[in-house]
């Protein structure tokens, strides 16, 4: 496949994005030896096993083996094509790239998303404009001044008016040169039941454009200004939206995030703009869904601490119950802050002001000591009462997926119930046993995590062959000096893994694999399993050194020599027994005892040097 961007500029691009900043973007890295290490953005973990080495600038995950250099990092942590993660990679570090002379079927294929991030912008622009400047947005502005919005605030979430009219931005975004096609995909306008031509979907609402975390529009959200249906309307899914992935604020919010570990996730654009305003500029939103496990992987890329802000210890006791298993299963420190009765985060913080704010977002629960808590001001601390709580915290319990942190809050709960844990144990396996229990979100899992769990692994691969075979293909990738004495023995032709041996074969075929190569590499393997394979075989710190690594080599040799010998020998065997050759029979199986043990000594030899 032919790449609209020149090899030297990849390299240029390469040269210049460092990895370890690419990934610490949004991952916590922290320093071990010679790499980083931060918890997988790729699958749900609690120990750090993704790995960043900045010598070599490749990645690798020791728990789903996802790996490969920074390009194909971008690519999939964004989700974006190859020149999609060159460009976005480029545009970060300043590197032009002149525009290519594509066809008009590539240039489709490459530039649509850019396409409709334009369109998005524009549509932000016209939307924002007329909220400002417009007689049309006057009543708009009225109602963010009642709501105590400053001008500056509209103007840093760039908020918007969307016109009563039913084609105004239609008509603008046409005048500006855009398809009425792109632009429906974008989300922004709708066919008309007629089938001739399309309106705006946005009309006579305030507008909230919802930003990817690299700040481009990716959606929109109106709320009705008068009491239009519904009130909140956003965005339909578009090549650029899904509402499970992204978090409106997220791009104002990270870098307070990273410095405080501590994120607020609050439900609604409004709270969100209102706390910001308020100087919690650590905040976020969700649009209206529960939090998925993508807000959770994203989150936890800027902070461990996560507050969920709710208008009631209703809507906390429901939002706990649904995410508790999702929350303990990433190991991030969830904590719930339930409002006084009748208040939002808006309300309460005009009302109260901030401080009183930060001092209950200080005294928050965690979710598991919320949900006792809940049920004990619910059930009283009675003998029934007690019954009816564990009762209550049967189904959070089951939705706990992680073993051990099922186990933690079942010794809390029966700590703070004063009943025995056994007791609660049994209950709870009599309660899962019936699957009809199980929370909704039990098996809401995101289907890569359950593909991850059996990737990677090659058949055999506990064998001692095929740990040998590995080794081999370490000590290459991780010491080139041995190439040569493996190209000259040929030993790659001896492998029995087939995948490792053709990982193999392109090493020995690429030349010298210095450390710069080593990203090349990485690059030319279209195959992913072998990229995984490749990454962790030079990420893996066995200890080699130079001595190390020739006796591997002659380790290999051994092996290959003595299973010829033997092969040779069974073959002999076979046909002395054939021939009904008891004499020689005797005597090759006696060349064959011999031969084990010769090769048991060798073996002990090379292993002392
Ligand atoms: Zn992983």
Redesign the pocket.
């Known amino acids: 496949m032919a790449y609209p961007i020149s090899e030297e500029k990849i390299s240029e691009i390469r040269n210049t994005a460092n990895i370890v900043n690419v990934v610490s973007e949004v991952v916590q890295l922290r320093k071990t030896g010679k790499n980083f290490v931060g918890l997988?953005p790729?699958?749900s973990?609690k120990t750090p096993?993704?790995t960043v080495n900045p010598d070599k600038q490749i990645f690798h995950?020791f728990?789903?083996h996802?790996g490969g250099n920074v390009v194909s990092f971008v690519m999939k942590h964004d989700r974006l094509s190859f020149p999609e993660a060159l460009r976005s990679l480029a545009k970060k570090h300043g590197i032009d790239i002149p525009e290519p002379l594509l066809s008009e079927k590539e240039k489709k294929q490459y530039s649509e998303k850019e396409t409709l991030y334009k369109i998005n912008r524009l549509a932000a622009d016209f939307y924002h404009r007329t909220l400002l400047n417009n007689e049309m947005g006057r009543a708009t502005r009225d109602y963010l001044s009642q709501r105590n919005i400053k001008s500056s605030t509209i103007n840093q979430f760039n908020l918007g008016f969307a016109p009563e009219g039913w084609q105004d931005l239609l008509r603008f975004l046409q005048k500006k040169g855009n398809p009425e096609g792109l632009v429906e995909k974008a989300g922004l306008i709708i066919p008309k039941k007629t089938n001739d031509g399309h309106y705006d979907r946005f009309r006579n609402r305030l507008i909230f454009p919802i930003y990817t975390i690299a700040g481009q529009v990716a959606a929109f959200g109106g709320r009705a200004i008068d009491d239009g249906i519904p009130k909140y309307l956003n965005s339909p899914e578009t090549p650029l939206f899904n509402k499970r992935q992204i978090l409106f604020g997220l791009d104002k919010a990270k870098n307070e995030c990273r410095e405080t570990d501590t994120v607020f996730v609050v439900e609604g654009y409004m709270d969100c703009i209102m706390l910001f305003q308020e100087g919690l500029t650590n905040t976020v939103a969700t649009l209206g869904t529960a939090m998925t496990p993508e807000h959770i992987r994203i989150l936890r890329g800027f902070a461990q601490k996560v507050i969920l802000v709710y208008d009631s210890d209703e809507a906390g006791i429901k939002a706990a119950n649904r995410s508790i298993g999702l929350f303990m299963e990433y190991g991030v420190d969830a904590r719930i802050l339930a409002l006084p009765e009748g208040h939002d985060p808006d309300s309460f913080v005009r009302e109260y002001g901030m401080v009183p704010f930060k001092q209950l977002a200080l005294e928050a629960f965690s979710m598991v000591e919320f949900l006792i808590q809940m049920a004990i001001k619910k059930h009283g601390l009675t003998v029934s009462g007690k019954i009816e709580m564990v009762n209550d915290l049967l189904a959070p319990m089951a939705a706990t997926v992680d073993p051990v942190a099922r186990a933690l809050y079942l010794k809390k709960i029966a700590e703070r119930v004063g009943i025995d844990e056994s007791a609660i144990a049994a209950k709870l396996k009599a309660f899962m046993n019936n699957r009809e229990n199980i929370l909704p979100g039990f098996y809401e899992k995101m289907p890569e995590d359950h593909l991850?769990d059996f990737s990677g692994k090659s058949q055999g691969s506990d064998s001692p062959t095929h740990r040998l075979e590995r080794q081999l293909l370490s000590v290459m990738l991780q010491y080139p000096k041995v190439i040569s004495d493996i190209k000259k023995h040929n030993l790659i032709k001896y492998f029995n893994d087939p995948l490792l041996k053709s990982i193999g074969m392109i090493i020995i075929n690429s030349a010298a694999v210095s450390s710069e190569l080593l990203t090349d590499l990485i690059q030319k393997m279209e195959d992913a399993e072998k990229r995984r394979i490749v990454t962790e075989l030079a990420i893996q710190n066995e200890g080699w050194d130079e001595t190390s690594c020739r006796r591997l080599v002659d380790r290999f040799i051994l092996s290959i020599q003595g299973k010829k010998e033997i092969k040779d020998l069974n073959e002999e065997i076979k046909f002395a027994e054939k021939n009904n050759d008891t004499e020689r029979l005797l005597y090759l199986l006696g060349e064959k005892q011999k031969n084990a043990v010769f090769t048991e000594q060798k073996k002990m030899k090379i292993m002392r040097r």
Do not use: M, P, T
Request: charge should be negative; include cysteine.
């Open positions: 997988c790729f699958h973990e096993s993704f995950c728990g789903c996802e991850s």
